[in-house]
Structure formats: C-alpha cells, structure tokens
C-alpha cells in the first residue's frame, strides 16, 4: 500500500538548492528569525562539490577543497536555525501565495517567500573518463581553474563564445592552448574570433572531437586527449595536461518555464540590481539567473541579496497587517473612499 502524503508544511522562506546562493541565502534568513527550509536537490552542496582545489573564495589563506568548503556552507547555514531537508523539488505552482512546492517525497511546502538558487549544470562531453578526471585535470571553469595551469599545455573543447573565451582567459596561464571543435567554423562572435586568431598561443584543431581523456592513476592526472576526426573517424593522441570542456551551462529553471520570465537560454530574469523576479515573493539568486560571472563568491553574494529582499517584504507585510484596515469614517475623511 502507498503511504499517505505528508501534510502540507507552511514556512515564511523557502529556499531551493544547496549552493554557495542557496546556503548564504539560508544564513541571512535564519539570522533574520524566519526559521527557513533549504531543500538540497540531486547535489547538496552544488557544483563545488565536483571540484577539488578552490583558491578564490575568500577567508582562506590556503588552496581549499570544494567539497569541504561546501560542508562548512552547510554547517554555518543549520548552525543559525536553517532546517536542511534532502529532498528534490518536482513541482512548483507560483500562480498564488503562498507559493505551492511537491517534492519527489510527496511532501508539498508552503512557502510565504521563495529563493530559487536552483544553479546552473556545466554540460559534459559524456565521457566516462571525463567524469573520472573532473577535478583532476577536467574542468568546465577556466576562471576557476586556469591558475593550476601555469606554464602548461591544456585543451579546450568547443567551439562558441564561451570556449573562445575561456581559450583566451588560459593563455595568461598556459604556455599552450589548443582549441579543438566539431566544425570546420566557430559559432563565437566574429570580435572573439579575431582575438582567438591574433593570439600565438592557441592552435585550433578543426573538425574534431574529443573522444577520450587519457591520464596517470597515481597521481590521478590528465596526461593527454584522444581525439577523432568527425567525417573520416581517424583517431589521433594529443598530449595535454588539463582539458576544459566548454560546450556551454543549463540552467536548473525547467520547474518555473512559463510562470518565471527567462531567457532564451533558460535563465530567470531578476529585477536590476536585486534578487527581485516578476512575481511578489519569488527571488532568484546564484548561477540559475547569471550566465556572466558563474562564481561561488557572486552566487554566494545574489543569495545574501535574495534572502535580504525576502526579510524585507515580509517585515512590510507584517507592519501592515499588524494596522487595522481603515475604517468607512476615516476613509470619507481622507478622501479616498
Ligand atoms: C568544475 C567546476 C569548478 C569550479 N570551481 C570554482 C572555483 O574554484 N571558484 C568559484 O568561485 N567557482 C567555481 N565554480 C563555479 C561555482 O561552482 C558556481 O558558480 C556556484 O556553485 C554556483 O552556485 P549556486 O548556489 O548558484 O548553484 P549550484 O552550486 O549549481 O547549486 C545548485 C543547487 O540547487 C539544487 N537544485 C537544483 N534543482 C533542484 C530542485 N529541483 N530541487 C531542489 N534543489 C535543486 C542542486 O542540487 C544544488 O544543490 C566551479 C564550477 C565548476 C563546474
């Protein structure tokens, strides 16, 4: 027999995802007493768990671990009074308020105010040994990782503005990058092409794919990239030390697709210079609304600034309903009746 659904729960801020944004988003709300719920999804702890080496989160004198950095997220968030549920959220229903939330447990919440910091996935070539080398000389992120690769020799896997981009940001690490694409031409804007050419450092492998990342066991390390020509299939070794595969990010905002405004690429649109979306209550932060910085310390920041905006309506919703309504009589005697 099916178990019964859990009752509904009631919460002033729910807050999805466990994330640099979802965590500080946590932090704020439960240091303003409204007692939030995080729900964690498919990854706690976001995409820094599927790293290694962080050096530019700030507070930390020494290279730290995602994973770790990530745990300490966590421990901050419930330490202040965030109730931490494991759970995925598999519908939402943003049509009224409170906000309507099922989760894939069969539990619904009911959320006053809701902070979306649902992030955003790198997409992966689909390699087992791309999966094995993540972290590991296996990136998706040349601004994060790109340091680790002073004086050395990486590809980059490609072929639109973000490869281009992330191309170029490695020469001022790498002695060499060689950007391998599918095409016989780049899709990346003509101004990013120019400056891709103009570079010495970069190479461009054309018409091919990366069909395996070769590397050591011990110390797990990429050593090189197997790569295959996409019209005659020949199979030809290039020895690298990193690959950074940059074929583009999805954005996690499929639950909100026609009730959120977006943009064409899936990511929630928020109000300029806040956290604030269309809908009175609803807010978004981190790497679910920025296809530009992609950071966890800019995710971290959006999440500070949802959970703040959140508190705020709350606590002008709170003085107004705490004032009666005004009468018929004062109505009449300030005109507005
Ligand atoms: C390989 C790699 C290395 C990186 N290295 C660095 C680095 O060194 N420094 C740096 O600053 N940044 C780095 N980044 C970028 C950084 O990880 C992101 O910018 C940051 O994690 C974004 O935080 P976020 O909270 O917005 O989302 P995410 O970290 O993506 O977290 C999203 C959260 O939402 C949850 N979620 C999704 N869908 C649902 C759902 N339906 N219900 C409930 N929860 C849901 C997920 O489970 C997850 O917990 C790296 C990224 C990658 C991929």
Redesign the pocket.
């Known amino acids: 027999m099916v178990a019964p659904a859990p009752p509904p729960r009631t919460v002033r801020c729910l807050i999805?995802?466990?994330?640099?944004?979802?965590y500080t988003a946590a932090v704020y709300a439960a240091r303003a007493l409204l007692n939030p719920v995080l729900?964690?999804?498919?990854?706690?702890?976001?995409?820094?768990t599927?790293?290694t080496d962080?050096?530019?989160?700030p507070g930390f004198a020494e290279v730290i671990q995602?994973p770790w950095l990530m745990d300490q997220m966590r421990e901050q968030a419930q330490h202040v009074g965030t109730e931490v549920i494991n759970d995925?959220?598999v519908a939402a229903d943003l049509s009224s308020r409170p906000f309507a939330l099922t989760c894939d447990s069969g539990q619904t919440w009911l959320a006053e105010t809701l902070i979306i910091?649902?992030?955003?996935e790198?997409k992966w070539l689909g390699l087992e040994s791309e999966k094995k080398f993540?972290g590991f000389g296996v990136?998706?992120?040349a601004t994060?990782?790109g340091f680790f690769y002073r004086g050395k020799s990486v590809v980059v896997a490609g072929g639109g503005n973000t490869a281009v981009e992330e191309a170029l940001f490695l020469t001022k690490f790498a002695a060499k990058v060689t950007l391998v694409h599918r095409r016989a031409e780049l899709r990346a804007e003509k101004i990013l092409q120019e400056r891709l050419f103009a570079n010495d450092k970069i190479e461009v492998i054309w018409d091919h794919a990366v069909d395996e990342v070769l590397g050591a066991e011990d110390p797990l390390g990429v050593t090189g990239v197997r790569l295959r020509h996409v019209a005659s299939g020949a199979v030809r070794d290039l020895a690298c030390d990193g690959l950074f595969v940059a074929i583009g990010h999805a954005p996690?905002s499929e639950?909100f697709k026609g009730q959120l405004a977006m943009d064409g690429a899936g990511y929630l649109d928020v109000a300029a210079g806040g956290a604030s979306t269309a809908i009175k209550g609803v807010f978004a932060a981190?790497?679910?609304t920025d296809h530009i910085y992609?950071?966890?310390?800019t995710?971290a920041g959006m999440g500070c600034m949802a959970a703040l905006d959140a508190v705020r309506l709350l606590a002008e919703e709170d003085h107004a309903a705490a004032h009666h309504p005004i009468t018929h009589a004062e109505a009449e005697k300030i005109g507005t009746w």
């Not at 962080?54 to 989160?57: D, F, H, I, L």
């Not at 910091?117 to 955003?120: N, P, Q, S, V």
């Open positions: 999805l995802g466990a994330g640099p944004a979802g729900i964690c999804g498919l990854t706690p702890g976001g995409q820094l599927i790293t962080v050096e530019n989160y995602g995925i959220v910091a649902t992030g955003a790198a993540q990136s998706a992120c994060c990782d996690a639950l981190g790497d679910v992609r950071q966890a310390v995710a």
